[in-house]
């Protein structure tokens, strides 16, 4: 290896930071894409086909186009993940229930493992 120069470690820093950035940008746009119900399956096969041809352009014309849609699928998503939780966990009776519930809800990566210890520690009320 050759002498690095701070501005080059900089520079490449950086280039490597917007690198992972379109990366995780454009796996959210195409996890998008095959969760949106509002999409016809030929649509979002077009959608997919623009984003491999034309990954940043298409990138940015779905952020444009669908930005707002983005936000509400992911935090409805979200909410639904809340009351799957809660349906499952409240429906319990026993604490030995409530954590068999929450372990199904792990097994299924409904929820995290983080989740699953917090559950079980709420079950066993410590």
Known sequence: MGDWSFWEFLWTTFLVFIWISVLLI???????????KDLSA???????IVLLIL????MLIYVFTRGDG???R???RQIDQTEQLRE???????????IASAKKLLDDGTI???????LKRQALGS
Do not use: C, H, Y
């Open 26 to 36: 454009f796996f959210n746009v195409v996890i998008d894409v095959f969760r949106s």
């Open 42 to 48: 030929a649509m979002k096969t077009v959608w997919l």
């Open 55 to 58: 990954p940043l352009i298409g």
């Open 70 to 72: 983005m936000a509400g």
């Open 74 to 76: 992911a935090i409805q």
């Open 88 to 98: 499952a966990v409240g429906a319990s009776t026993t604490p030995a229930d409530q």
């Open 112 to 118: 995290t493992t983080v989740e699953f210890e917090q």
